[in-house]
């Protein structure tokens, strides 16, 4: 039973009978992911739920047919993924995949049943309208920063943002990672990287990054 999980999340949840609370309760389940650990690769109905992030943090992300990957938002714990449900709920169907950026642990719920339930209460169906906006919304301002900032801008602010997500000035990241993120050539990340440490930026190793001047990155 996850009626506690639940009305964290939901605001409509003590609207709901009894009955219908058991009901949602009963129909989700938990599941644990490793770090980079694919959760939904956005392309088939049979991983329709929705997501509830009880733990840990996920990266969506979109993938083009040349494999080249675009990251569109993060999402931390108490935070709720719908778009992995949209076929079933608003028969749309939107490719976006789920990766665990860290270990996580997550509680979903089948969207068959909650769109069963949601039937009879208006506040649920508007719930989740509003995350539907709210996370296209992510995504439209996602690609317009990759589309109209310099790729110096996106790297600095991608690092400053890695680093209040682990609440450190390292961040363990490669310059792979930062190429697939932004979607540019990992060439040009290194020469960003470069030109950043001889700035006194940053500092680099192997396979991380440590921040020296957060005001400095923040400026560029």
Known sequence: MFLEQLKNVFPFFSSLSEEDQKRLSYISYIQEFRKKEVITDGKCGCCSNIIIVLSGRIKALSM???????????????????????????????????????????????????KEIQKRYPAMQDFIRRLFTDRFSDILFALREKAFSSPKTMVA??????SSQEGSSFIKVTQTEIANDLAIARSLVSQILSAFEKDGLIRTGRGKIEILDFKGLLAV
Request: charged content about 25%.
């Open 157 to 162: 602010l991608l690092l400053t943002e890695k």
């Open 64 to 114: 083009n047919e040349f494999g080249k990957t675009v990251t569109l938002y993060y999402l931390f714990e108490d935070d709720i993924c719908v778009l992995s449900a949209a076929e079933t709920l608003y028969e749309k169907t939107i490719a976006v995949s789920l990766i665990a950026d860290t270990d996580v642990k997550i509680l979903k719920i089948p969207a068959e049943g909650y």
